[in-house]
């Protein structure tokens, strides 16, 4: 068993078991962060598979980023502070038979298939070819990309930030009007 | 310790598998939870099943570094998607007070 075999199983044990936790737990809080963890080793995983700046990208923009947002969303629809953080969950007994049969029809998909093989060698993957691939092959989606993230945080901006009307305030059924 | 070849060099299969189980927790997640924000949460651990899968075939299949491209992708999406999705579940919070899935079947107050 060599390095890698190692990192791998240390890790695939982590990832899922903090996604397991996550699915779970009953508080919103620990799942937060058990899914800190899952996304952490993803990354490892990722570069364990040669991508080094997917690795570094999930760190950031996951770990850094939407695990933050999540972590806000979850103080920011709770009732003050008093109020415990758990959730109810509901149809556990036929939801977990529905995922677990869809597991294992996964995986033995992904087993019996005979998968065409060309493995990457390392010294393929460079910022270089990503960066030149991202500006030739894949310009129009990376132009749609940046259009779609000005559009998400305007979008956002604008839900978040609406103020109440005055006659919501007062606690009146507002007009259709006033909600849009 | 002596281990079977299958296991003891992890491959393209054993990646996928590992994407297999995160997806069906996820979806486990997405079904079971009635937390808005649970539910994203599952959706964010699908994304990262996929992205798993993207990076494994591209290092081992025939995908070159299209899949890297792919993966990258998905988190600029996953990232514009949970900043909305976290703004709705905000203005569902200050309409209705509650983010539980199942008491917001009203389109308004």
Do not use: C
């Amino acid at each position: 068993m060599d390095l890698f075999a190692i990192v791998f199983y240390l890790f695939a044990i982590l990832i899922v078991s903090t996604a397991a936790i996550m699915v779970f737990s009953k508080n919103i809080v620990y799942s937060a962060f058990a899914l800190m963890f899952t996304l952490a080793g993803l990354a490892v995983f990722y570069a364990l598979l040669f991508a080094g700046f997917v690795a570094v990208t999930q760190l950031l923009v996951y770990v850094g980023g939407i695990l933050v947002l999540i972590l806000f969303g979850v103080m920011l629809t709770t009732r003050g502070y008093f109020e415990r953080v758990r959730i109810r969950t509901v149809y556990m007994l036929p939801s977990a038979l529905f995922a677990g049969i869809i597991a294992v029809l996964l995986i033995a998909v992904f087993v019996t298939t005979d998968w065409t093989l060309a493995p990457l060698s390392e010294g393929d993957v460079t910022l270089a070819a990503l960066g030149e691939l991202l500006l030739t092959d894949f310009m129009l989606p990376f132009q749609v990309a940046g259009v779609l993230l000005l559009l998400a945080i305007i979008g956002a901006v604008l839900m978040a930030a609406r103020k109440r009307g005055p006659l919501e305030k007062k606690g009146t059924v507002p007009d259709a009007d006033k909600i849009i | 310790m002596v281990l079977p070849d299958w296991l003891a060099e992890p491959g393209l299969n054993h990646f996928l598998v590992v994407g297999a189980l995160l997806f069906s927790l996820g979806l486990l997640a997405v079904m079971t939870r009635r937390n808005l924000i649970m539910v994203l949460m599952g959706i964010e651990l699908i994304l990262n099943a996929a992205n798993l899968n993207l990076v494994a075939f591209s290092r081992y299949g025939a995908l070159a570094l299209d899949g890297h491209l792919f993966a990258l992708f998905v988190i600029i999406i996953a990232a514009a998607e949970a900043a909305v999705a976290l703004a709705i579940a905000l203005a569902i919070y200050n309409r209705f007070g509650t983010v539980d899935v199942e008491q917001l079947s009203d389109l308004r107050e």
